[in-house]
Structures are given as C-alpha cells and as structure tokens.
C-alpha cells in the first residue's frame, strides 16, 4: 500500500510492505485514481526511496522548479567534492572506503529500469537528449569560475562527463529495447511526450538557477586554498604514519631475520637474489676489467659535477656516511660498487675481506671511511689521479632497497695543479665506459644550488642516453635552489625536463644535508622531511609528492633495476653460453688430450712437483752429501791454503819453523774465516744438489714446460731468504780447531791418503798455473807452427822476462817465493839487450806464476818421495834419511779437517737445514699462492689464458643461471 502527502519539496509516497516496481505497476495497471497522480508516479518512479521508503516527487505542477534545479546542482557540486575528498581520504585510509563511498553513490544513481516498460518514440528521444545536452552546457557556462583550480576541474568535468555518458548509454540501449516493443506501450506515449516537454520547460529556467550557483561556486574557490592547505597536511600526516609503519615493519623483519637466524646457522643459508646478482657482477669485474661490451648486465651508475652531491645521494639510499668526504677536494679516485640488500644489522663489509663495519657505530663508521680512501689510493698508479679497478663493498640492513650502484669520480672541467694532466679525460672515459652499457641505469646527479649552464654531466648523459630510457635525473640541494632562485619556474623547468637537452624517466628532487659532516643520516633526513612541509617549491604545486625525499628516489631506482634486471638477465645467459661454446672449441683444436688447468691449479700442481723435489732430499745418501760437500769445501779453500799457509811455511829452512808457521797460520784461519766459508759451502752445496733435483725433473717424461718460470723463481727465492743456522759455525770452530792441532798420522792408510791428496791438489794447482802461464806468453812455435797463430807483443815480452826469471830458479833451486831488487834490475836489463822494454812491476807480475809452477813442481816430487816414508814418520827418522814429510803431514791435517767439517755440514744438512729450506720454500709458494699478479707473471702462455677465461665463463654463467632460477622461483 502506498500513502501520498506534501512535504517540504513536494510530494512524498510512502510505500508500505511492497517493493516499488511491483507498487508502480498495480498502480498504472489500474484504472481508478487520480490521473494526474499516475502521471507522476510514472516518471518518477526511478528515483530510489530513501531509507524510510519515501519517493521525493515534484510540486503540484509536476514539473522541476527552479528552487529544485538549483539544489539538483548544488547536490552535483557538493557530490563532486564530495568524491575528491574522498579519493584523498582513499590516500590515508586505503581503497575500501573509497570503494564503499562509490558504490553507495553508484547505487543512489536514477534507476532506469522503467524504459523498459515504457516505449517513447525516437523523436522524443532524439529531443531528451539535445535538451540534456544542452542542460550540461547551462551548467558549465553558468559556473566558470568554480574551474579555477586545474585538478578540481579535471576532477568535476570527468566525473559529469562520466554521468552524462552513463545516462546516455541507457538511453541507447532504451531506444533499442523502445524499437522493439513499440506497438505494446503505445498507450503510454502521449504522457512520456508532455514530461518531456514539461522538462524542456525546466530546463529553460536553468539560467537563474545558475546564477545563484555561481554565486557558491565564489565561496567555493575561496576555500579552496584552505582545502589544499588541509589536504597538504593530510598528505605529511599521511607520509609520516607510513613512514611510522615502515620502522615498525623494519623491527618486525629484524625480530624474524634473528630469529630465522638461528635455525638457518644450523643449515646452508640460501643466499638473497642481490647477493647472487652482486657475486656476478664481481665475476665480471675480474673477468673483464675493460668492462668490455659483451657485459650488459644492469647496474645502477651514478654520474655528477664534482661536489654535485652524489656520494651524499648515494649515502642516503644506503643509510649511512660510507664514504670519505673532503671540502672542495676530489675524493671519489676509482668506480665503488655497492650492494645494497636488506638484513636484520646494518653492516658493511668487502669483497675480499672477512671484516664487518657495524655502521650503527661512529668509530666504526669513521674506521670504514678510511678503510675507503686507503683503497682508492692504492689503487691509484703510475702518477694518475683515478683509476679504473673497481672496489666492490656491500651494505646490509633493514629496509634497504636490493640494487647494486657504481659511483664514479666526479665530473671536472678544469685540471688544478695536483692532478695529473690526463684527469679529466680519464674521468669522462670512465664514465662513459659505465654508461655504455645499454642495460645501465643512469642516475644523473645534478646540483640545484648553482646555474643550469654550469652543469657538464646533462650534456655527457644526453649524449649515452639521448631518449632517457634509462636515465633518472636527480636535483641535489633544493633548499639552496630555493633561497638562490628567484624565480620558482625555473626549477619547474628542470624537473618537467624542460631546461636541460636531455630526457628522463623521472625527475626527483632531494635534500642531503646541511652542509655539516658531523650530521646523521636521521638528522638529514628529518631536515629534508621539514623543509619539503614548509617549502614554497612543494606547497606552490611546483613539484608532486611522489618526486621528492630520497626514500622516494630509492624505490624508484630499485623497481626500475629489477624491471631492467628481468628483462635482460637472460639475453647475457644466452650470449655467455655462446662465448664459453667458442672457447670450448678453440681448446680442443689446440691442446687435445690436455686437462683445462687455470692458473690456480696450474700453480697447486707446481706446488706439489716442487715440494715433491724438495722431499727428494732426503733421499740423497750421506757419502754423496759428504763427497759433495768434501770436494766443495777444497775448491772453497784450496788457494788460501797454498797462498797463505802452505808457501809461507815452506820458505822455511827446517821442519820446525815449518809446523810453527803452520800452525800459526791454520789457528788465524780456523779463528776467523774457516767456520764461516764453511758454512757457506755447506748452504751453496745443498742449493746446488736441490737444483741438480730440479733440473733433472725437467728430462723426465712427464715433464710440463710450463711450470719452469715459477719454480725457478720459486728457488731463488727461497735460497735468497734460507739462512743457516747460527751456532753452526761455533760448533764447526770447535771441532776444526781440534783437527787442526793433531799432527800424528795414525796408519799407513792415512798416510797414503795424505800423500794421494797432496798430488792431487798439487797436480791441480798444477795444471791452473801452466794454463795461466800459457796465456801470459802465448802459443809456442810449435803452436805457431800446428795452429797458425803468432803472440801479441804483450806475449813476447812476458816470453822474454819469463826465460830471464826461469833461469834464476835454475841457478837456486831453493829460490824464495820474492825477488830482490838486484835480481829485479838484473832481468830488465838482460831483456833490455834482447830489445825489449819493460818495468820492473810487469817482471813481478810475471816473477809470479813462474815461481808458483817452480814450487808445486818441487812439492810433487817431495809428495812422490814421501809415499814410502811413513815408517821412517813414524819412527821418527825423517831426518836421518834425508826426507822431510812436513807437507804431508800438513795436507793430512787439512784433509782430516775437511772430512770432519763434511760430516757436521751433512749432519746439520739432513737433520736440520733440509727442513727449513723446506719451510722456506712452502712460505714462498704461499706468498706466491696469494700474488695474483705474480701468478700471471711466472705462469703465462695462450694455454693458461685459455683455461682462465674458460673458467672464468663458466663459472658465470653457472652463478646466471643460478640468479635466473632463482629469479623465477621468486616471480
């Protein structure tokens, strides 16, 4: 049942107990009641009944007053507002009020179900249309001024638009639903024909209305500065809640990486997608360090001015001041790679280092900086200012974005006088080395606190990047662009990337500090949350919300490195299988049958060859170690013996001033030199037989040339840091000087021994001093004769002097080892009447190893008649038969001496100097172990080259395709 009554707008129908589809149609299904009443409910029937069932209808004339149109158009307006308030409010407490509000409003829109009942004609409708078109118009001419605001009136138009645009849609499909029941609603078309036209009436009376609108449009636009003032505050609040949510989110995630933690320390822990990505990118580093172009993996480059702000940049999407700072001085000397990854302690450490940073900690922080500078210093060569070797570190902590960075040395102009001359050029070298990478992202840092023209990075990125694919251009220092400026428009210009020739994919501007290094990261960063609240830049609309902070600019860059991670990362797989197919196949065609060793294992295999030789040592029986070091310790000692000790003593005219003489002398060199030669004979004997090790190593079968260089080395080395033990030359003193003091022969054995040596080593000296003689007076005239030869004039006149001085040594036979002076004068002037002229030091020189063949030639045949004297030595009768064995005696006395020395140097060799020499060698081979650069000196050829860079791509493509998988198990 339904009940009609006025009330404030016109007539109101209660409906009671049934719903208003099926009311309507029992009504104009009747035909008893007011007609005028069944008109009206007829039209009005899709307008939805409030909440307590109640249809709002028009006055008594039925038709829209103007007073009506007018509250219409106020509740358009206030419902436009309305949902821009709305879509803000969305922004702070999410999308399901949002959601809610639009579906109410959806729901509260007129109901147009009833054209499917009735059937106008086409004309009639053709006409509803123009009239509701032209009702559009009206209202919009009528409030221009309420489209003052440019987002309101995007806002308000769109939404009319979409009503407009909703209503004509039903219309549409109600002139087709009309064409086919045309002929069954025919009855009720002449009262759809004069509402309509009582609506064309209503419409007419827009104007008024309108104006009256305008009017509120006015009070409108004076609040709306106060609206925008408002929703500015709602926003920061917003920003700060969130930001608020996003520590708490940071703790929650510490509090499950802990306690994650401990059960991951019990088992492999799986290493984040960042991690793998940054392990492949060092892998590319060492494996190209000309950053060749078949490395196209993304990485985010950061490129500026010098002192643009970018280091500070790249601090604050780190949270922490890394890097070492100067005032005005370049301090960034080589590219810095930095792996960003989230973990629950915010640490940093290097790629080649064990260390953590706790970055939470000033002392550590500073401790950190300077670890900074000392790398890029020492990575600076050869008088250069910068470098190209790349110094890779990793920041972990909460809430970090995951991306790897590359900051470079800033961009200079001019080249002061403490940096070398090609600075500049290696700068923009460098730089463009990075940005030629098509898959790098370009994070162009300009300074917003000097003039535009000023700037050289935007001309170098335009040139890398000409359409801004992949550049994101930041504006560093805006509260100092702010105060320098004066003109706000300018600073629209340069992030709508309208003031510089260069393109972008987004436009940022941030605030980095104060100018104080002592500041936080929380200070500045609460520095540049204050300043974009009360900033003329932000609240004048100059720039957008999302354009400004650094936590802004940090989840720009990363979704824009993952997006350009994905896309990419499979092309380099595919083009890094190819290069390892190509170097697989120049292998096989060129060393077949030959394992692919690299450089490591080459040297691990040389290592153990080398240790090998050196346990091979021991090997060596005790009489070879003796027999060597016998025959080395003569050749070490031979001429001091008969030069100082054994021709001094047989000038003398008995055997008594013979065994003084001897004795004296022996005791002088046992006291000061002897221990000591001997202890470099036994350190250059054991050099000589490891050597001798080694070199017959190199005829063996299985011998590799390649290893020659480094175990060469290796050896030298480690001889050059072996020294012998320091007591052993007092122990060898000691026991010297007791085989020195004994003079009794004890057996005939001995004694021929003794005899056997003396001619030995006479024979020796011997046969050196005819050899030296022979070159002092050349060839004989046999010679001459047989070979064709002649003397030098130098030849004859030592011929000439050395007949003169043979003939005294004729006339004495016992002739002391000098000449006097009348002997001196006597031989210059008998070969002065030979013709030939000469003084007397050329004589002494000549007088020299005359004299010495004279002696050992009279020592040989004392040593021949000494063979059968050792009884008439034992008995003590050398005297009484004419022999005198002094000589004998003296060499066994050398000789005893030599063997005891030999035995102790071969005793401290096996037991003792073996194993040093070994620990030497295995400190060499680990000092070696960990020079690569040496590695690449000893250890070179096509061969080891090949095997590296195979190594090398397979083992990147290996960690690629581990990155890829795990990649899409992520996805």
């Not at 309208?498 to 393109?503: A, C, G």
């Not at 004419?882 to 030599?898: A, K």
């Not at 960690?959 to 996805?971: D, G, P, S, T, Y």
Request: hydrophobic share 35%; proline share 3%.
């Amino acid at each position: 049942m339904y009940k009609l009554s006025k009330g404030r707008f016109g007539y109101v129908v209660r409906i009671i107990g049934v719903s208003q589809s099926r009311w309507v149609k029992q009504k104009l299904s009747s035909n008893h009641g007011n007609p005028q009443t069944s008109r009206i409910i007829r039209h009005y029937m899709t307008f939805p009944p409030n909440k307590n069932g109640l249809l709002k209808l028009a006055g008594p004339n039925y038709g829209i007053p103007s007073r009506g149109i007018g509250m219409i158009i106020a509740r358009v307006l206030r419902g436009a507002l309305k949902i821009r308030y709305i879509i803000l409010g969305g922004s702070i407490a999410g999308g399901s009020a949002l959601a809610k509000t639009y579906e109410q409003w959806k729901e509260a829109l007129p109901d147009a179900k009833f054209l499917e009942e009735i059937m106008p004609s086409q004309e009639d409708l053709n006409a509803l249309r123009e009239s509701l078109m032209s009702y559009r118009d009206k209202i919009k001419d009528a409030i221009p001024d309420f489209t003052l605001d440019p987002k309101l009136k995007d806002l308000g138009e769109d939404k009319f638009d979409q009503l407009v645009l909703w209503f004509k849609e039903r219309l549409d499909d109600a002139i087709q639903a009309a064409e086919e029941e045309k002929t069954e609603s025919s009855s009720y078309l002449d009262d759809f024909s004069s509402d309509l036209r009582q609506h064309a009436v209503s419409f007419s009376a827009m104007g008024s209305a309108a104006e009256k609108e305008r009017e509120k449009a006015e009070n409108i636009r004076e609040k709306y500065e106060g609206l925008q003032e408002e929703l500015m505050q709602v926003q920061l609040k917003y920003q700060k809640e969130v930001e608020r949510l996003e520590k708490e989110n940071k703790e929650l995630r510490k509090s499950l990486m802990l306690k994650a933690g401990d059960t991951l320390a019990q088992r492999k822990i799986k290493k984040s997608l960042i991690d793998m990505y940054s392990e492949v990118l060092d892998e590319l580093c060492d494996y190209d360090s000309s950053y060749d172009t078949q490395d196209h993996l993304p990485r985010v480059v950061v490129v500026g001015d010098q002192s643009s702000g970018k280091t500070s940049v790249l601090e604050m999407v780190a949270q922490a001041r890394i890097f070492p700072r100067g005032a005005g001085e370049m301090m960034t000397r080589a590219p810095v790679m930095v792996t960003l990854s989230e973990g629950p302690y915010h640490i940093a450490s290097f790629k080649d280092s064990t260390r953590e940073f706790d970055l939470t900690k000033e002392s550590e922080l500073a401790e950190l900086r300077k670890e900074v500078e000392l790398r890029m210093r020492n990575s600076v060569r050869s008088g250069r200012t910068v470098s190209h070797e790349v110094i890779s570190m990793s920041v972990k902590g909460p809430g970090l974005q995951r991306m790897v960075l590359v900051d470079l040395p800033g961009i200079i102009s001019t080249v002061t006088v403490d940096l070398a001359a090609d600075t500049r050029d290696a700068i923009r070298a460098i730089s463009q080395q990075y940005m030629s990478n098509p898959n790098a992202i370009i994070l162009c840092i300009q300074d917003g606190s000097v003039d535009a023209e000023r700037s050289n990075v935007t001309d170098l990125v335009s040139q890398m990047d000409p359409q801004g694919k992949r550049t994101i251009f930041v504006l560093t220092k805006v509260d100092l662009a702010e105060e320098n400026l004066a003109k706000p428009d300018r600073i629209r210009k340069i992030l709508s990337g309208k003031l510089f020739p260069m393109k972008a994919l987004g436009y940022f501007a941030v605030v980095t500090g104060r100018g104080s290094k002592e500041d936080s990261i929380q200070e500045i960063k609460d520095y540049e949350e204050s300043f974009f609240r009360t900033s003329k830049i932000f609240k004048g609309g100059v720039i957008n919300s999302h354009q400004c902070t650094t936590r802004n600019l940090s989840f720009a860059v990363s979704e824009c490195f993952w997006k350009m991670v994905r896309d990419t990362v499979e092309q380099q797989a595919d083009a890094f299988k190819a290069t390892r197919f190509n170097l697989e196949t120049e292998w096989k065609n060129n060393f077949p049958r030959t394992r692919e060793l690299d450089r490591d294992e080459l040297f691990e295999k040389a290592r153990g060859e080398i240790l090998d030789e050196v346990v091979n040592l021991s090997q060596v029986s005790p009489k070879q170690w003796e027999d060597a070091l016998s025959k080395k310790l003569w050749d070490k000692m031979a001429t001091h013996i008969f030069e100082n000790i054994y021709l001094p003593a047989a000038q003398t005219e008995n055997s008594g001033t013979f065994n003084t003489t001897a004795d004296i002398k022996l005791k002088q060199w046992a006291d000061i030199t002897l221990p000591k030669k001997c202890v470099e004979v036994g350190w250059e004997t054991l050099e000589e037989e490891f050597r001798a090790f080694m070199d017959r190593a190199r005829t063996s079968r299985d011998h590799d040339n390649i290893f020659d260089n480094l175990k060469a080395s290796v050896v030298d080395e480690s001889m050059r840091r072996h020294e012998w033990e320091d007591k052993a030359a007092d122990v060898l003193r000691v026991i010297q000087l007791n085989a020195l003091e004994d003079r009794s022969v004890h057996d005939k054995q001995q004694w021929d021994a003794a005899c056997k040596f003396l001619e030995d080593s006479v024979k020796e000296k011997l046969i050196n001093i005819e050899g030296t003689l022979r070159e002092m007076v050349g060839p004989g005239t046999k010679e001459q004769w047989i070979y064709w030869c002649t003397p030098s004039e130098e030849q004859k006149r030592r011929a000439a002097v050395k007949g003169e001085l043979e003939k005294i040594l004729v006339t004495e036979y016992t002739h002391k080892n000098t000449l006097t002076y009348d002997e001196v004068t006597a031989v210059r002037k008998n070969v002065q009447s030979q013709g030939v002229e000469v003084d007397n030091e050329f004589i002494r020189e000549t007088w020299h190893p005359v004299y010495r063949r004279h002696f050992l030639r009279r020592a040989l045949a004392k040593a021949y008649d000494c063979r059968k004297a050792f009884y008439a030595y034992h008995q003590g009768l050398e005297g009484e038969l004419g022999v005198e064995c002094n000589d004998i005696v003296l060499f066994w006395r050398i000789q005893q001496m030599i063997k005891i020395t030999a035995n102790a140097l071969r005793q401290q060799v096996m037991n003792r100097e073996a194993r040093r020499l070994e620990k030497d060698i295995k400190e060499v081979l680990e000092e070696y172990g960990y020079d690569p650069e040496k590695k690449v000196q000893l250890l070179t050829g096509r061969r080891v080259m090949l095997a590296e860079e195979l190594k090398r791509v397979r083992q990147i493509q290996e960690k690629l395709e581990e990155f890829i998988h795990a990649l899409n198990a992520e996805k």
